[in-house]
């Protein structure tokens, strides 16, 4: 990916600590708050991390919000935090700070050629994990590395099937087919334009491809991204070095102190 902002700050530098009554917070979930595992359905959620998300909430007066490109049910049960605001599938389904779901309109029946192109395949016994979230479809690899141009092959073809309005996500050991019409970038700008967000500034975590337009979307609108993990070339200003370092800084947040101990 090509640098797309010729003013972008090292990514090495940490951010600071914002002030709490002006920042907004929005966090990917996997590489971002949890480590990755094999395959999605094996993540570890520790007990500490609903409970740092939920005095997060509480610091930031609700001005936190979770965008995953796992579905927002999946997220519930992850962090049992069903009040929580947030984007599942990339902006598929929006929930605002009043609980209401907003799902964008995408013609699910369009994917059904691509899993009976699945049903025909050795695509779940060659090394490659194909997660159905209803809305999309994603080719993880994690498991087997080698088999990412096999993965790459069959996303391809599930593209042609699935016909326009679709497209290619890259992430994180997996290809994803999902729907032109939303993005991270998108649910953020529209969370963003309702209470408890609005009027102050987007900080932005998250460690993959598929938050580069959340983090382009929050510098947009005066705030940061933060890019968590291995460097790469990315729009995000300031970087956090893993999902520990990114967990610490969220303590600090949540604990308003800044590095030295002192009250922000």
Known sequence: MKRTDPNRNSADAAPPIPRLDEAALF???DGTLIEFAPIPDAVIIDAGLPSLLRQLDAALDGAVAVLSGRPLATIDVLLQ???LPGAGQ???GLRHADGQVASVAIDTEA???VRAMLADTSARTSGIYVEDKGTSLAFHYRQAPSAEPHARELAAVALRLAGGGFELLDGNCVVELKSAQVDKGRALAALMMQPPFVGRRPWMLGDDLTDEPAF???QALGGTGVIVGPRR???ART???DVRAART???RIAARQDGNGGAV
């Open 27 to 29: 966090l990917d979930l």
């Open 81 to 83: 935090l069903p009040h």
């Open 90 to 92: 990339h902006g598929a």
């Open 111 to 113: 994917l059904d050629s």
């Open 216 to 218: 382009a979307m929050a």
């Open 233 to 235: 070339e990315s729009v």
């Open 239 to 241: 970087g956090l070095a």
């Open 249 to 251: 800084w969220l303590t």
